[in-house]
């Protein structure tokens, strides 16, 4: 782990600043992210663009990188002839990235978290599953499938694991139970839709399952539209007493079967003061929000 001050000794002094979308920095660069590994492809045929990619938020003012380990998983990469092996050598490698990154941003004194992604089971499947949860899998067998992953990623010393894009409450009792013993904190992130998790359960019964979890240093939403993170952030305060963390889209809306993005942006800087009053203390962005909006997350934060 690095030697930064821990980030949640840091979230009680003040908001930090999440990066932006992965993808959408990488599609910007010209890279072809069809496959069905996503931006994890990347680590096996081109991790200097992902470096490259942590660096550009960095320098916008991004105060944490979140690894490009969501959709990287052992059986994403046995699909491509990789063994476990090598698939865990790729997962240490995006915490590995992001760390290099934080080490090339300008003014290096300036303290830089980065958080292991650890997508949801559907994000594996690669067939916008993650967006409905519900995948007929027992709590055990969740548990089995994410606890290998997070063993990999937490042997290449990140700061926080990011439990991320987590659509219901199954699949994150699981998460919280996997983390146990691994010694290094995280946050529990849903992605939500009217108030409920996409699986449907209420949103206050979701974030009460972080509650009295230890390793838990933060809770709340990501990859839902800016709207429906102005209503999260309150209820994910109340209910646990945690900080927050928000980083929701830019309020387009993703077509799995198309595999493009619909409608107008609505993410803008103007609703970060609220989130940050509503009790978020880890703000950012995720698909289709890039470093210029971050940029504009991280001054209106520090107020220039």
């Not at 052992?74 to 934080?102: D, M, Q």
């Not at 067998?141 to 010393?157: K, M, Q």
């Not at 980083?247 to 493009?260: F, I, K, L, T």
């Not at 880890?282 to 289709?288: A, D, E, K, T, V």
Request: a negative charge; one cysteine or more; charged letters at 20%.
């Amino acid at each position: 782990m690095s030697t930064t001050e821990p980030l949640a000794a840091a979230l009680a002094d003040g908001p930090v600043v999440l990066d932006g979308g992965m993808s959408n920095q990488l599609a910007a660069a010209g890279h072809d992210l069809s496959d069905a590994l996503w931006s994890a492809r990347l680590l096996a045929d081109g991790p200097e663009a992902i470096t490259a990619a942590h660096l550009a938020y960095f320098e916008a003012g991004a105060d944490v990188a979140i690894t490009a380990s969501y959709q990287a998983t052992f059986e994403g990469f046995a699909r491509r002839g990789i063994g476990r092996k090598r698939a865990a050598e790729l997962l240490a490698l995006s915490v590995e990235c992001a760390r290099t990154a934080a080490g090339r941003a300008e003014d290096a004194r300036r303290p830089r978290w980065v958080a292991a992604s650890v997508g949801p089971y559907g994000a594996m499947l690669a067939d916008g599953s993650e967006y409905r949860g519900r995948y007929g899998l027992t709590v055990a067998e969740l548990e089995r499938f994410h606890r290998p992953r997070l063993e990999a990623l937490t042997s290449a010393a990140p700061d926080v694991l990011a439990l991320e894009t987590i659509p219901d409450t199954d699949e994150a009792e699981a998460l919280l139970r996997a983390v146990r013993g691994l010694g290094v904190p995280a946050w529990l992130s849903y992605s939500a839709v009217g108030g409920r998790t996409r699986a449907g359960q209420p949103l206050e019964d979701a974030f009460a399952l972080a509650a009295r979890a230890d390793e838990v240093i933060a809770v709340g939403v990501n990859c839902c539209t800016p709207e429906d993170a102005d209503h999260a952030v309150a209820v994910a305060a109340r209910v646990t007493g945690k900080p927050v963390v928000v980083y929701p889209n830019s309020g387009e809306q993703w077509d799995a079967r198309a595999r493009a993005w619909t409608g107008e942006p609505t993410f803008s800087a103007s609703r970060v003061t609220g989130w940050r009053d509503a009790g978020a203390r880890l703000i950012g962005g995720c698909c289709r929000v890039g470093p210029q909006a971050i940029a504009s997350v991280a001054r209106t934060l520090r107020g220039s």
